[in-house]
């Protein structure tokens, strides 16, 4: 088992930043996984980033690139995704999710845990 808490989510205005962290505990492994999922009100669910343990290999959707950066600090097992520029249409709520797999994940059913989710409102 995996157990990943959300945290960073918040309030700010077009323009601002914010960082989201998701802290794992329970069977973290090198072959791990994490992603960043997000939800906009009434939209389907949609990736975001994906970063592997074991690995620098990182991917951030188009819609994000070049403002979000998905980075990870192994001793803390705890990955970051750090939000720059934010614009209305980022808000949501975010989730982190993870999947036994040393490989970038982008689908949501290749994941096997999820987090609580974070609420992120960018006021326009």
């Known amino acids: 088992q995996v157990q990943l808490v959300e945290s960073g989510g918040g309030l700010v205005q077009a323009g601002g930043s914010l960082r989201l962290a998701c802290a794992a505990s329970?069977?973290?492994?090198?072959?791990?996984?994490i992603g960043w999922f997000r939800q906009p009100p009434e939209k389907a669910q949609e990736f975001v980033a994906a970063?592997?343990?074991?690995?620098?290999?990182?991917r951030v959707s188009d819609s994000v690139k070049g403002r979000f950066t998905i980075s990870r600090d192994n001793a803390k097992n705890t990955v970051y995704l750090q939000m720059n520029g934010l614009k209305p249409e980022d808000t949501a709520v975010y989730y982190c999710?993870?999947?036994?797999?040393?490989?970038?994940?982008?689908?949501?059913?290749?994941?096997?845990?999820w987090g609580q989710g974070t609420q992120v409102t960018v006021s326009s």
């Open positions: 970063i592997t343990w074991s690995s620098p290999s990182t």
């Open positions: 999710a993870a999947a036994y797999r040393d490989t970038v994940v982008t689908t949501p059913r290749m994941y096997n845990y």
């Open positions: 329970g069977r973290t492994s090198s072959s791990l996984s």
